[in-house]
């Protein structure tokens, strides 16, 4: 079986005893020019795109980190893999560690326990727009899905901008942006390229595994004359769903097989189409400015065809996918949480809310706070400002996103693959607390796109002891404060420790590790001194007392800008 990204040929040893798979990562400033606009980049070990990591269940992943950046601190979030019992290791900064300040070292350790396709990429302070994302392949020595198929592929999309991170920050949170509007993206990429092919040999089946490392939009993907045979989606398998159009929101992932044709006539193209809609499918006029054909080449010596169009998207609907282990919907929850999203001004500054509380980075990592604030973990109030919610560990939690919103938004919920229990059309209201269309087998996945004007109910059991964040996956709506808080089953996490490399990395910056969100140790609830307000100015990742990057003139919209507010 071959597995490949783009040329490079990764090792696969199907059936492997567990073992240990070590990355030895700097992180560093690297000039590339993906769609031929020529910029610095976030890259590894002197390169860009950045490597993929590939192991296989049961296997031990150990990243280890040199931030080699100079002006800008840095963090790795490992994007859907669940982190049971290395919490620590989840990545976001503020939350679960200290930003990796330049120069120093930070070690990631932890097992991987579920199949399929992830990705990695900074959860520190809307970084990842600069390039710092790559893919995770998890092989499976129990796949259910082994021998029906013979090579297996990835296929990354994202957005991609010109412009660097703190430079679109001042953009998207100067006062005057009451419309809320976010950066539009610059070009849209495959494989972080615009050139992609990969080689496809007649009657054979190909795995394709399509993750999505956006940062803002959505990819809308159609292949010609090759049926999708969605079989994954998120790490989770599904019963096969034929599709013809799939819609990628960002953060998501789904794992298809396409059957090759059965001769070699002709070469065949596909289309990846970034969708800066607010709301594709309901939309008067919907555009996609940009878009970047592929293809599969059957035989080299015969040419290849034009762009690719598509006329209308009609994507299959995700909703309907089955859990292929067939787990039931869970029964009815211990713990309801409703957050209703809509945009909102803070201070004066854009920013956006759950019931109309903007998230703030506190002094202490949220789960520092679990670790050091014994039996009195469990007190939400303790983490400060950071939407926090508790749910004891074992208890059935359901959770309600009501989107009063015109656009779709992607929600992900760190450390669990969750229960789709209803995400209904466009326009269909705020939940009514009924649970009479629930499907007896829900799709599970851990990023879910919430339709405009409506909601998703999602349900999944606490069984795994950490903080973990719920926050919408258009980076710049992390940013702007669409994030909840979910200390789960406290009473596991008082008196863990913390690794020596994180804790080193809170000292370089003097900041505190225990105590609640102020790091007050003595009196758990006097919150004095706790941040309040968000940062503004806000300069993203970069570090203090480095020289910022030059910031160039307040630009004026362009027309993808102009045509997402009209509609």
């Known amino acids: 079986m071959l597995i490949t990204f783009v040329s490079l040929l990764l090792s696969l040893v199907a059936g492997a005893v567990a073992g240990t798979v070590t990355y030895d990562w700097s992180i560093d400033w690297v000039t590339a020019a993906p769609d031929g606009f020529s910029r610095q980049v976030i890259g590894i070990n002197g390169q860009w795109p950045c490597p993929p990591i590939e192991a296989t269940v049961g ?30 290791m989840d990545g976001p900064s503020g939350v679960t560690q200290c930003p990796i300040p330049p120069g120093s070292y930070f070690t990631y350790s932890f097992q991987i326990d579920a199949s399929g ?6 959860h520190n302070k809307g970084q990842y727009p600069d390039g710092l994302r790559g893919p995770i392949i998890v092989h499976d020595p129990a796949d259910p899905y082994a021998g029906q198929y013979d090579e297996e592929l990835v296929l990354t999309v994202s957005d991609w901008y010109h412009s660097t991170v703190p430079v679109l920050l001042q953009q998207l949170l100067a006062p005057s942006n009451t419309i809320f509007l976010p950066p539009f993206p610059d070009a849209q990429l495959i494989n972080d390229s615009q050139n992609v092919t990969f080689n496809f040999d007649a009657g054979k089946t190909y795995k394709i595994n399509i993750i999505s490392m ?4 959505a990819a809308l993907i159609q292949f010609d004359s090759h049926t999708i045979r969605v079989i994954g989606v998120d790490g989770v398998y599904i019963q096969k769903h034929d599709a013809y159009q799939i819609r990628v929101a960002p953060a998501q992932r789904y794992t298809v097989l396409l059957n090759a044709q ?34 599969l080449v059957y035989d080299s010596t015969k040419p290849l065809p034009g762009p690719y169009v598509v006329n209308q998207w009609n994507i299959v609907n995700d909703f309907t996918f089955v859990a292929l282990d067939n787990q039931a919907l869970l029964g009815e929850p211990d713990v309801e949480i409703t957050l209703d999203f809509n945009f909102c001004i803070k201070d004066g500054i ?43 560990g ?37 939940f009514n607390g009924h649970d009479r269309n629930f499907p007896a087998v829900p799709m599970r996945r851990d990023t879910v796109a919430v339709n405009p004007g409506s909601y998703a109910v999602i349900r999944y059991v606490a069984d795994n002891p950490g903080v973990w964040l719920f926050h919408c996956h258009i980076e710049w709506h992390v940013v702007m404060g669409l994030t909840a808080t979910i200390i789960e089953a406290p009473e596991a996490l008082a008196g863990l420790t913390i690794p020596e490399d994180s804790q080193a990395a ?47 003139n307040r630009r004026s919209l362009n027309s993808a800008e102009e045509i997402y507010l009209e509609k």
């Open 117 to 122: 396709s992830y990705w990695y990429h900074s």
């Open 506 to 552: 809170c000292a370089a910056q003097s900041i505190p590790i225990a105590g609640n969100a102020a790091g007050n140790t003595q009196n758990l609830t006097d919150l004095a001194g706790a941040n309040t307000v968000a940062p503004y100015p806000d300069n993203g990742a970069t570090y203090p007392g480095k020289k910022k990057r030059s910031q160039r």
């Open 214 to 217: 956006a940062a803002f939009a």
């Open 59 to 88: 296997d031990t992943v150990v990243v280890n980190v040199f931030n080699n950046l100079g002006s800008e601190s840095t963090g790795i979030h490992f994007h859907g893999i669940n982190q049971k019992g290395t919490q620590v």
């Open 350 to 392: 854009p920013r956006s809310c759950f019931n109309n509380i903007s998230y703030v980075p506190q002094i202490v990592p949220s789960l520092f706070t679990a670790f050091s604030a014994g039996t009195e973990n469990s007190n939400p109030e303790i983490y400060g400002d950071v939407n926090p919610y508790v749910a004891k």
């Open 262 to 295: 059965p001769t070699t006539r002709r070469n065949y193209a596909f289309l990846v189409s970034l969708d800066e809609n607010r709301d594709f499918a309901n939309d008067p006029s919907p555009s996609y400015p940009l878009n970047v054909t592929g293809y």
């Open 394 to 430: 074992g208890s059935i939690v359901q959770l309600t996103v009501n989107n009063l919103d015109a656009a779709i938004h992607p929600f992900h919920l760190h450390g669990h693959q969750f229960q789709v229990c209803e995400r209904p059309s466009s326009n269909s209201g705020s």
